[in-house]
Every structure is written in C-alpha cells, then in structure tokens.
C-alpha cells in the first residue's frame, strides 16, 4: 500500500514540535507529542498493509475488543482472508489525537475495486497504540 502524506489540514494541526493542534483554541495538545503521533501513525499503517492480506500485521493494529461498524472485528480478518491481497492505495486524512484517545480518517481507493472512506478510533493501553472501532462509508 503506497504511503500517503497527511493532508493539508493534517499538517496544519501540528505545531513545529509534533504536538496537535486544536482547531478550535489553537492551542496545542501538550499530553500528545510528537512520539505519540509517530507510534499512532505506526499502528493505523500496520492497519493499511495488513489490510492489502497480511492478517499478521494487520491483526497486530487492532485491539482484541475491537468492532467493524458494530460488529466483532473477526468479520474484517474474516474479509481480508477470503479476498487476499490487493493493490489499494490508502493515504491518511488525519489524526487528531488528546491524551491517549485519537481519531483518525483513512482513504483507500481501488480495494478489490472499492473505494472507502475509513474512521478510526484508536486508543493508548498498556503503552500500546490500538485500533478499537472501526467504519467505513
């Protein structure tokens, strides 16, 4: 999966040390420098290559409790086995991260010829970065 850049307004949210900014105040997030957004960014691109058929590393970015859309995150590996691997591209949006609670929105484009706009709420346990909901549009 190609590794996309973050988006004009992704950059904009970081300060020149790495923290987020808030949109809103302008102030940024003192409690997610710029170590945490590295190791969240890590965890969401473990779930875009995992996600072109490496179960391994794709099962490796979500929390065992995790849900798709709702649902036990099993029915995604289910998917991701039956279908294998493809070429998909996917580029991240964004990631907006306070604490150890962060969002962020993927694109993907052309997964087996499907085109996604991927939400991911990822959260900060045991020093580990995961992926604990899931949606796709």
């Known amino acids: ?13 970081h300060g020149m040390n790495g923290t987020v900014m808030n949109q809103r105040t302008g102030e940024s997030d003192m409690l997610t420098g710029s170590k945490e957004m590295a ?15 490496d179960l391994k590393v794709l099962k490796e ?9 709702g649902r036990p995150i099993e029915g995604l590996f289910r998917s991701v086995g039956y279908y294998g691997g493809t070429h998909a591209t996917a580029r991240i949006d964004y990631i907006d991260i306070s604490g150890h609670a962060g969002m962020a929105k ?10 996604y706009v991927e939400y991911l709420q ?10 604990t909901v899931y949606s796709r549009f």
Do not use: F
């Open 39 to 53: 190791e969240a960014r890590e965890t969401i691109q473990k779930y875009i290559d995992g996600a072109n058929g």
């Open 106 to 115: 993927v694109i993907v484009e052309n997964w087996h010829g499907q085109d």
């Open 122 to 131: 990822l959260l900060k346990e045991n020093g580990r970065w995961t992926v």
């Open 1 to 13: 999966v190609h590794r996309g850049a973050l988006s004009d307004v992704a950059r904009a949210r």
């Open 61 to 69: 970015a979500y929390s065992e409790k995790a849900l798709i859309n």
